[in-house]
């Protein structure tokens, strides 16, 4: 017989130093020896404090020359078909294009730290599997994603594997089950390579942990990787990975996309399952929706994205995603686009290297016969507060009990963010915050029916990305809080005309004092500009269209 | 130059009785005397305690043989043909058809007392203006709803008149703007000839209220005409309205449609416009959405009416409504309707006629070659449960606060409801809440996806219109929380064959004390029986089509 004990004491929780060492340790181990680089060539690489790593993977020897192929020539549209295609067509095993992919991951984890989870070796034993399964059966069908490696932001669920979310509390608790979106993506016949980075609590634009540590920008390791979906931004702009999916509640896709000149598409509120996802904040919170949207090397790879999900009933996976079906809409034909161009928000001066991306795209759209007439937000500093009120809903007591739970310090963009102070909302300050939002909707809404526009551009924020920890801007979330489509363009980087102009600022105070970070093109060399192109709610097929046209005139 | 004054005594509100006189006095001032019922005829009509009043309008004398005809003979698509035909070419004028639909309203509110504010001078000025332009310029196009007289829910407003939802506290304040839906069907060419009555607080299924009075069901004036869209189901089912506008949050346009015998149909959320009406809960409630919707004579006007609306880009009137189009869908071809059969709820049973009337539609179905298939509902008890703490969100402090306001007792509907104690809900308990209903709602969807049907079918409630203020069924507001658009289809009335089966009760004592409320067809007699289709979230258009098949099958 057993005798039963009872322990009395609660025990103090596990060091949070040593469950971040041993997760960093494993996910160490798990980079094979012949994918590592010397310690000596990494020192080199990243010893400037602007260090640009983009060349990396390329230069280090590790990757073959099919490596390469695979991960340098293509984007995600043209692997798929040569996927289909199958190596005895002149295409590519699954095999051979995951491993290239885990391959390339592995190397931008080396200099980024932007993975959180490495799953080469399932990843691997997939493509192994799925290779075989169309050995076996050649004239079978294949899922439209078919043997194609993607990477999640550290928040989906993957069986066996973590969703920290780059919290100690949540370290070492693998997941059961797959969160919706990843389900949907296996039955379409993907492959997942690895998770990304976040930052602590995936409420900042600095993708930094105490489990993880930092995810470092590629084009210039003195500017943020963005945040929350980091490491995903890091990654894609690496190439280790060229179709990635984010989540973005206040600009959490577009902001790493922005940061490291990827293209990134936040779709309207329950368009794209979000459904089982691990959550930093109160399960059932009310308010502005998270969505998952993809990043990706092209913008027709993000749009591809949107036509599966949106074709697969998406609902069956996560019961919130509206029925909204993809209906195969066509470029408007026998009239050219007409687009809103908001030059400037109101509240921030752009700086000069986005002033002049801007006005560039601008000249080309124009060139391009679009038509564009100017639009003006209708008072976003009041729509901001809007936004930002919702943010601190519970005050983040959710996320502080995490963190006070495993004994962790915050993270230093967390103690700036402002969120984690305040006293929460009531339920009657909820229903007076619905109508507020009501009344910007309705403001948005108006505006958008006498524009009479195809869609938006604008910038998504008046800066390239900033120094790391500085990140301050909530402009973005306008289109959380109103709930519109908007996905980035990436258009270049910042250049050496994009010289300081020291009188440039002119909305005030805050305005000069956001525009003086920008100190010049050669503390931001490499950095990425791009402009953000925004649709009418639901309306995420159109503008998916609408942003490809757009896309291909200034990125021929 | 003036002086200030201060007034320091709050003086006490008008006693509610002089308020309701003058607001019932005005009322019938409205009805011209040509259109009045003699007084002894008026109360021969209404001597029984069950009188059936339907017959009233073609036997009072009131109507031409031309308003009989309009107001007999077709359904809003017919009338609408008619009308766009004119009369050069056999049809109508609008004058014609809404002179009409004014008369029998007039009749109707007479004998049911289902109107609150008529709008007969104003609907006949519009008409004539219509009929005006058409012939000013004959060869333009009508809208689709050119010169058809719609009625109104009290809730929606319409400037001039109140929209009091049959509160004191909101009598004689005209409203200075039409609700986003009004203004939509106005576009479209509708004509508003009358607004309809609602329960006080509208959160009862009895229409009755100080302001207005009790509505009484034309088919048995000892049964309830339902609510809260009580007097729209009762103006209906007399034809003083073919078409009419109601809104349903726990079965408000389908609990009259049952009792009165009409069609209605209750959309997904957010489908059709809802907002900028009178409201008596708290501005920006969370928790179940409410959801306007039609009541008509046919259920193809439903259909039209959904098709209408969203064919019209109803977000431009109402910026919650999604981005859902009608697709133009047709009826599902080279195969059978396949049919999921929900036989009882779990909880009641069927009383006698309306167990015979689903088992007469299941055999009509099978015959038509329909296929169908049983389906169980999950523990409806615990999903009632959730939906019924959604309507105690506020404890009705908003709607409660009016009543003090303005010195009124509560109706009795209001007292037995329950819904009036309570101390409401905290921030975290709708986070919970909100946890509790997405549970539910997977569980449904999980059903649905495994059941393979084109439609639910069963009986919105085991019973048929039940004795007035004794309305206690809650089940059909599982489709408000699961937001299911739902429809009723009227199948006939109570009949001889319908004899008490006093062991009938199968599922305990609540079972029992709801099942023994029907005591046989002499005291039920001329209670309308129906079905309720039931189609999947946001699937409105596919609903419409399949019930409409249904309703071929049913009503042939």
Redesign the interface.
């Given at each position: 017989m057993s005798t039963s004990t009872t322990t009395t004491a609660t025990s103090a929780p596990e060091p949070w130093q040593n469950i971040a060492q041993r997760k960093q340790a494993q996910r160490a181990s798990l980079i094979p020896e012949a994918w590592r680089i010397p310690e000596a060539k990494l020192r080199e690489y990243t010893a400037s404090p602007t260090a640009n790593v983009l060349h990396v993977p390329s230069d280090c020897g590790i990757l073959s020359s099919l490596d390469r192929q695979i991960t340098e020539s293509y984007d995600a549209i043209d692997l798929l078909a040569l996927l289909a295609k199958g190596p005895d067509a002149g295409g590519f095993t699954s095999v051979e294009v995951v491993t290239a992919f885990c391959k390339r991951a592995a190397i931008a984890q080396q200099v980024t730290n932007c993975v959180t989870e490495i799953l080469f070796e399932s990843a691997i034993a997939r493509a192994e599997e799925l290779d075989r399964q169309r050995a076996a059966n050649p004239s079978a069908a294949l899922p439209p994603l078919w043997g194609l490696p993607i990477s999640l932001k550290d928040c989906f669920k993957v069986p066996g594997v973590d969703a920290s979310i780059a919290m100690i509390h949540f370290a070492e608790k693998p997941s059961t089950e797959y969160s919706a979106l990843p389900q949907l993506l296996l039955s379409l016949g993907a492959v997942f390579h690895c998770k990304t980075n976040v930052p602590q609590t995936m409420m900042t634009a600095d993708s930094d942990s105490n489990v993880f540590g930092r995810t470092m920008n590629p084009n210039n390791r003195a500017l943020t990787a963005g945040g929350s979906s980091g490491g995903e931004g890091a990654l894609v702009a690496m190439r280790g990975s060229i179709l990635g999916v984010g989540s973005d509640i206040a600009g959490s896709i577009r902001i790493p996309s922005h940061c490291n000149g990827t293209y990134g598409f936040k779709p309207s509120a329950n368009i794209v399952p979000y459904a089982g996802q691990a959550n930093p904040a109160?399960?059932?919170?009310?308010g502005i929706l998270p969505v998952a949207g993809p990043l990706a090397t092209s913008f027709r790879s993000c749009r591809y994205f949107m036509q599966l999900v949106m074709s697969s009933q998406p609902?069956?996976y996560d019961?919130?995603c509206?029925?909204?079906?993809w209906?195969g809409l066509k470029p408007p034909a026998g009239r050219n686009l007409r687009i809103g161009v908001i030059n400037d928000d109101g509240l921030f001066t752009p700086t000069p290297p986005q002033k002049r991306t801007l006005e560039e795209a601008k000249a080309k759209l124009k060139a391009a016969g679009v038509e564009l007439v100017d639009v003006q937000l209708p008072n976003l500093m009041e729509d901001v507060a809007v936004a930002w009120a919702c943010f601190g809903?519970?005050a983040s007591r959710t996320a502080l009990g995490y963190l006070a739970a495993a004994g962790e310090p915050k993270i230093k963009s967390v103690e700036n963010i402002g969120l984690t102070g305040g006293t929460?909302?009531?339920?009657?300050?909820?229903?007076?915050?619905?109508?507020a939002r009501?009344k910007v909707?309705?403001k948005h809404?108006d505006l958008w029916?006498s524009s009479n526009v195809d869609a938006y551009i604008n910038l998504l924020v008046p800066h390239t990305a900033p120094r790391i920890d500085t990140w301050t801007t909530v402009v973005q979330a306008l289109w959380n809080l109103i709930d519109y489509p908007s996905c980035i363009i990436p258009t270049g980087k910042v250049s050496e005309v994009d010289v300081v102009d020291p009188n440039g600022a002119k909305f005030g105070d805050a305005d000069r004092a956001l525009y003086e970070q920008y100190t010049g093109p050669e503390d931001f060399k490499g950095a990425p500009t791009s402009i953000q192109v925004i649709g009418?709610?639901?309306?995420d097929e159109n503008l998916s269209i609408v942003a490809e046209m757009i896309d291909k005139i200034l990125n021929p």
């Amino acid at each position: 017989m057993s005798t039963s004990t009872t322990t009395t004491a609660t025990s103090a929780p596990e060091p949070w130093q040593n469950i971040a060492q041993r997760k960093q340790a494993q996910r160490a181990s798990l980079i094979p020896e012949a994918w590592r680089i010397p310690e000596a060539k990494l020192r080199e690489y990243t010893a400037s404090p602007t260090a640009n790593v983009l060349h990396v993977p390329s230069d280090c020897g590790i990757l073959s020359s099919l490596d390469r192929q695979i991960t340098e020539s293509y984007d995600a549209i043209d692997l798929l078909a040569l996927l289909a295609k199958g190596p005895d067509a002149g295409g590519f095993t699954s095999v051979e294009v995951v491993t290239a992919f885990c391959k390339r991951a592995a190397i931008a984890q080396q200099v980024t730290n932007c993975v959180t989870e490495i799953l080469f070796e399932s990843a691997i034993a997939r493509a192994e599997e799925l290779d075989r399964q169309r050995a076996a059966n050649p004239s079978a069908a294949l899922p439209p994603l078919w043997g194609l490696p993607i990477s999640l932001k550290d928040c989906f669920k993957v069986p066996g594997v973590d969703a920290s979310i780059a919290m100690i509390h949540f370290a070492e608790k693998p997941s059961t089950e797959y969160s919706a979106l990843p389900q949907l993506l296996l039955s379409l016949g993907a492959v997942f390579h690895c998770k990304t980075n976040v930052p602590q609590t995936m409420m900042t634009a600095d993708s930094d942990s105490n489990v993880f540590g930092r995810t470092m920008n590629p084009n210039n390791r003195a500017l943020t990787a963005g945040g929350s979906s980091g490491g995903e931004g890091a990654l894609v702009a690496m190439r280790g990975s060229i179709l990635g999916v984010g989540s973005d509640i206040a600009g959490s896709i577009r902001i790493p996309s922005h940061c490291n000149g990827t293209y990134g598409f936040k779709p309207s509120a329950n368009i794209v399952p979000y459904a089982g996802q691990a959550n930093p904040a109160a399960d059932g919170l009310a308010g502005i929706l998270p969505v998952a949207g993809p990043l990706a090397t092209s913008f027709r790879s993000c749009r591809y994205f949107m036509q599966l999900v949106m074709s697969s009933q998406p609902w069956k996976y996560d019961m919130d995603c509206l029925h909204i079906p993809w209906l195969g809409l066509k470029p408007p034909a026998g009239r050219n686009l007409r687009i809103g161009v908001i030059n400037d928000d109101g509240l921030f001066t752009p700086t000069p290297p986005q002033k002049r991306t801007l006005e560039e795209a601008k000249a080309k759209l124009k060139a391009a016969g679009v038509e564009l007439v100017d639009v003006q937000l209708p008072n976003l500093m009041e729509d901001v507060a809007v936004a930002w009120a919702c943010f601190g809903m519970e005050a983040s007591r959710t996320a502080l009990g995490y963190l006070a739970a495993a004994g962790e310090p915050k993270i230093k963009s967390v103690e700036n963010i402002g969120l984690t102070g305040g006293t929460g909302m009531t339920i009657e300050d909820l229903f007076a915050w619905n109508v507020a939002r009501s009344k910007v909707e309705a403001k948005h809404r108006d505006l958008w029916v006498s524009s009479n526009v195809d869609a938006y551009i604008n910038l998504l924020v008046p800066h390239t990305a900033p120094r790391i920890d500085t990140w301050t801007t909530v402009v973005q979330a306008l289109w959380n809080l109103i709930d519109y489509p908007s996905c980035i363009i990436p258009t270049g980087k910042v250049s050496e005309v994009d010289v300081v102009d020291p009188n440039g600022a002119k909305f005030g105070d805050a305005d000069r004092a956001l525009y003086e970070q920008y100190t010049g093109p050669e503390d931001f060399k490499g950095a990425p500009t791009s402009i953000q192109v925004i649709g009418l709610r639901q309306e995420d097929e159109n503008l998916s269209i609408v942003a490809e046209m757009i896309d291909k005139i200034l990125n021929p």
